[in-house]
């Protein structure tokens, strides 16, 4: 039986934002940054969270907003080169950078289609 697996391993890094430029800080709490807590577009470089084993490398879009009864809000995103649809959990509880409230009510605002 294969389940999704996540990994952390390596991937905990700072880096630029490919669609605004912001500087992104690793998340605190160990956890990995997938997007950029600014505007949340985040890159196609995962198979499973964090292996970095996607051979897209595609810009994804944040598209909605919803909530899971155990994440909390997450972010749904679209790959602009390939179409695929992922989530990522929000991290508005951060204490270096936390994501933009004004971004996820702006997302959750867009409408759905």
């Not at 039986?1 to 605004?20: D, P």
């Not at 969270?49 to 907003?65: H, I, K, Q, S, T």
């Amino acid at each position: 039986m294969t389940g999704r697996r996540f990994t952390v391993a390596g991937t905990n890094t700072a880096f630029t934002c490919a669609h605004c430029g912001l500087e992104v800080w690793p998340l605190s709490n160990g956890s990995v940054r997938n997007h950029c807590p600014g505007c949340l577009y985040s890159l196609h470089l995962d198979v499973f969270p964090g292996d970095r084993a996607a051979n897209c490398g595609g810009l994804l879009e944040p598209l909605a907003v919803e909530q899971h009864p155990k994440k909390g809000w997450m972010i749904v995103h679209r790959c602009q080169q390939c179409g695929y649809v992922g989530r990522n959990k929000a991290a508005l509880d951060d204490p270096r950078q936390p994501d933009s409230f004004e971004a996820l009510l702006a997302v959750s605002a867009r409408p759905r289609g």
